[in-house]
Nanobody, 114 residues
Framework: EPQLVESGGGLVQPGGSLRLSCKVS????????MSWLRQAPGKGLVRISG???????DYADSVQGRASISRDNTKNTVYLEMKNLQPEDTAVYYC????????RGRGTHVNVSS
């Protein structure tokens, strides 16, 4: 059974940065595309970034230029770095196996506020 555990969220001031981590187990990490998704208060789940098995990354328009996804196959971990955070980035952030988000962790809260 896949297990994904996100960490690194918290309270961030507007304009600040953070790095989220997601440690996975229960499946062969290096063989899977990995995604980061987020759910803002009162809104639906949205995929914001993904990285394939060879390290090719993609980003949603909402985070393009501010986000950087990476993975360490030796640590079974995927990362998401975000800079210039704004209040609209406030959300629960999830990592997931594949693009559909069905196998995802419990999430980590990011609150961007002064």
């Amino acid at each position: 059974e896949p297990q994904l555990v996100e960490s690194g969220g918290g309270l961030v001031q507007p304009g600040g940065s953070l790095r989220l981590s997601c440690k996975v187990s229960g499946f062969t990490f290096r063989m899977h595309y990995m995604s980061w998704l987020r759910q803002a208060p009162g809104k639906g789940l949205v995929r914001i970034s993904g990285i394939d098995q060879t390290g090719n990354a993609d980003y949603a328009d909402s985070v393009q230029g501010r986000a950087s996804i990476s993975r360490d196959n030796t640590k079974n971990t995927v990362y998401l770095e975000m800079k210039n955070l704004q209040p609209e980035d406030t959300a629960v952030y999830y990592c997931a196996r594949n693009r559909d988000g069905l196998d995802r962790g419990r999430g980590t809260h990011v609150n961007v506020s002064s």
